[in-house]
């Protein structure tokens, strides 16, 4: 079956650096999104990865490693308003898109 | 200009309804999907149009059906509802053709909060 990964919740403080991990088992593999939701809202896109390696953009960075079915998402000098749901999807060789349940991240001051 | 709208933003119903969600993009998008998020805050893919063409039918009863009138437009219609029907739905559309290129980001509707009672 299919089977994306990741932690149901995480905390980190205001200012500091958080890594969001995404481990995946697909049929196939045509690239992975990382989305952002804030509670009541909808997800918002961040970061597309297909091949390996890191893409950076702002405070935010994603890494993807192909080998080890492993993503992880870097945050950097948190603010508050960066609490929220960040989840993890992934694109099947039939370019469906199979998602993780989400990791929520709360950030405290 | 809003880019991906639904109507209405909270349904309240009671058990057995008939009920519509309305959904427009206006990004000439080519591919249009409904999810369902739960409780636990899980994103459930139930289908993707098109060209007008339904290409995804997870595991939905089909007390749902899609209806999408032109590329513009895909809305939900769900019958005889059900308690385990609340959740929020969310319309999203991305530039995905059949046949080439993508996968390409989505871009989500504000959701629909449906409770049924």
């Known amino acids: 079956g299919q089977n994306i990964d990741q932690p149901t919740e995480m905390t980190a403080t205001e200012g500091a650096i958080v890594q969001i991990n995404c481990t995946y088992q697909?049929?196939?593999?045509?690239?992975l999104f990382w989305y952002q939701q804030h509670a009541g809202e909808a997800p918002t896109f961040l970061s597309y990865?297909?091949l390996d390696g890191l893409e950076e953009k702002g405070r935010f960075s994603s890494f993807l490693s192909r080998s080890k079915g492993y993503s992880y998402l870097l945050l950097k000098e948190l603010q508050m308003k960066d609490s929220a749901s960040y989840l993890c999807?992934?694109?099947?060789?039939?370019?469906?898109?199979?998602w993780g349940a989400g990791t929520k991240l709360i950030i405290k001051p | 200009d809003t880019a991906v709208s639904q109507t209405p933003k909270y349904l309240v119903t009671q058990m057995g309804n008939d009920k519509s969600i309305k959904c427009e993009q206006n990004?000439?998008?080519?591919?249009m999907y409904w999810y369902k998020q739960d409780s636990k805050k899980f994103l459930k893919i139930m289908f993707s149009?098109?060209?007008?063409?339904?290409?995804i039918n997870e595991t939905v009863p089909n007390r749902f059906s899609p209806k999408s009138p032109d590329k513009a437009h895909l809305n939900l219609h769900i019958n005889s509802l059900e308690l385990g029907d609340s959740a929020v739905y969310f319309c999203?559309?991305?530039?995905?053709?059949?046949?080439?290129?993508?996968?390409?980001?989505?871009?989500f509707g504000p959701g629909t909060r449906l409770t049924v009672t």
């Open positions: 697909t049929s196939g593999f045509n690239g």
């Open positions: 990004l000439g998008h080519d591919t």
């Open positions: 990865n297909v």
């Open positions: 999807a992934v694109s099947d060789s039939n370019y469906q898109l199979i």
């Open positions: 149009y098109n060209n007008k063409e339904l290409i």
């Open positions: 999203a559309s991305s530039q995905d053709k059949e046949g080439g290129g993508g996968p390409y980001e989505q871009y």
